[in-house]
């Protein structure tokens, strides 16, 4: 099945950028989307579609794709941006998948 | 608002069957495709099941497969999950998540989770 690798962790200081990669075959073809996850909550979409944010995302959440790696920006990163994110993708087979998830630590 | 509800989580014996319950309001329930995505302790998202927004096409990964059974009632605006057989690695928070109409399309919306934990 269709596999999708991203960084373990990332660590920035508050007001830096933070950039986590999530690498994939082709994945140039496929729409990738990104969400965010707090301890003990469910996961919130952040970006989709490549680089469009849903309502009430802030501007500082940007995504891009280049060759087979696709990456979420975080500008001016604040301590409440700490929180797994995961990218993922419509497979191969019918099935949906994510990344392996990134731990931010702010 | 736009609000998935889970429950019928709990904790059971493996071998046995649960059927989780995902409540959904605020939006057009029968026009959208819905997924339940389960989340293993300290693991990341897993998809689980997926059923169009007419209850005919339904896809499930390939451990779940033959034991498990996702259906939904748009008169209710309620999706179900039967879980049969279960077994140990199937403990995990399991989630009701709102799709689109196409598989391309983002999980948008989540509910809280039910928990779900498979131990004799």
């Known amino acids: 099945s269709y596999v999708l690798t991203q960084p373990p962790s990332v660590s920035v200081a508050p007001g830096q950028t933070a950039r986590i990669s999530c690498g994939g075959n082709?994945?140039?073809?496929?729409?990738v989307h990104w969400y965010q996850q707090k301890p003990g909550q469910a996961p919130v979409l952040v970006v989709y579609?490549?680089?469009d944010r849903p309502s009430g995302i802030p501007e500082r959440f940007s995504g891009s794709k280049s060759g087979n790696t696709a990456t979420l920006t975080i500008n001016r990163v604040e301590v409440g941006d700490e929180a797994d994110y995961y990218c993922?993708?419509?497979?191969?087979?019918?099935?949906?998948?994510f990344g392996g998830g990134t731990k931010l630590t702010v | 608002q736009v609000q998935l509800v889970e429950s019928g989580g709990g904790v059971v014996q493996p071998g046995r069957s649960l059927r989780l319950s995902c409540a959904a309001s605020?939006?057009?329930?029968?026009?959208?495709?819905m997924y339940w995505v389960r989340q293993a302790p300290g693991k990341g998202p897993e998809w689980v099941a997926v059923?169009?927004?007419?209850?005919?096409?339904?896809y499930y990964t390939d451990s779940v497969k033959g034991r498990f059974t996702i259906s939904r009632d748009n008169s209710n605006n309620t999706l179900y999950l039967q879980m049969n057989s279960l077994r140990n690695e199937d403990t995990a928070v399991y989630y009701c998540?709102?799709?689109?109409?196409?598989?391309?399309?983002?999980?948008?919306?989540w509910g809280q989770g039910t928990v779900v934990s498979v131990s004799s």
């Open positions: 998540v709102r799709g689109g109409s196409r598989p391309i399309d983002p999980f948008d919306i």
């Open positions: 605020g939006f057009t329930f029968s026009n959208i495709v």
């Open positions: 059923i169009s927004s007419d209850g005919v096409t339904k």
């Open positions: 082709n994945i140039g073809s496929k729409r």
């Open positions: 579609d490549d680089g």
């Open positions: 993922q993708v419509w497979g191969i087979n019918s099935d949906w998948v």
